[in-house]
């Protein structure tokens, strides 16, 4: 299958702080990209699907201005996490698909940890 | 989308064919039953798909009922390497989302 990547594999940070999360695609073009939060123990919740050169849509409850999504490119995409907080700690992964294709192709997700 | 229904846990002894169930009484004729697994820590990986007949593909088969309510993942012999948590999700075509439920966690047992 396609692979995805994400940059970095684990963060940890101050409280207040911004964190970049990167998602690339390494061998297609994704036209859709997919970020979903996961904490300990609990199942995947996604929380915005973007599509390259238009603003992302977010689920309800997730906030927009903290969860900055970027999708400029066939192949990348990031989510930012601004003034981040002890409570925005979780596993962060996103997914990648290619056109009208219908399958997502997920990154290694990355492990946020704000202290 | 339907709903999913998954036991939370299973064991299965390494070697032997485990049997995922999956219960989606309220599937729609243009829904697909897809699943999906996540070994601890990583992201989830696609295993396979159908939507009315069995389907089968190098990883695992798919089995679904007539009245397409249920499914079972087959992995026919199973590894230590398929300990993961294991996704049954029903999609109605076009719709890109995927809504992960809890899943079930399958240990294979040595």
């Known amino acids: 299958g396609a692979v995805v990547s994400q940059h970095p594999s684990r963060v940890i940070c101050k409280s207040g702080t911004s964190v970049k999360i990167e998602c690339r695609s390494l061998d297609f073009q994704a036209t859709t990209m997919f970020w979903y939060r996961q904490f300990p123990k609990k199942s995947l919740m996604l929380m915005a699907t973007s599509n390259e050169g238009s603003k992302a849509t977010y689920e309800q409850g997730v906030e927009k201005d903290k969860f900055l999504i970027n999708h400029a490119s066939l192949t990348l995409s990031t989510l930012t996490v601004t003034s981040a907080h002890p409570e925005d700690s979780s596993f962060y992964i996103c997914?990648?698909?290619?056109?009208?294709?219908?399958?997502?192709?997920f990154g290694p997700g990355t492990r946020l940890t704000v202290l | 989308d339907a709903k999913t229904t998954q036991p939370p846990s299973m064991d299965c002894a390494e070697g032997r064919a485990a049997n995922l169930p999956c219960n989606h009484s309220t599937i729609s004729g243009n829904e697909y039953v897809y699943w999906y697994r996540q070994i601890h820590s990583q992201g989830p990986q696609y295993i396979i798909h159908g939507l009315k007949n069995n389907e089968t593909n190098e990883m695992a088969s798919l089995i679904i009922t007539e009245d397409r309510k249920s499914s079972t993942l087959i992995l026919p012999h199973a590894t230590l390497r398929d300990t993961a948590v294991y996704y049954c999700i029903v999609r109605g075509f076009g719709n890109e989302k995927l809504t992960f439920g809890t899943g079930t966690r399958l240990t294979i047992i040595p």
């Open positions: 997914s990648a698909k290619a056109g009208a294709d219908f399958e997502q192709f």
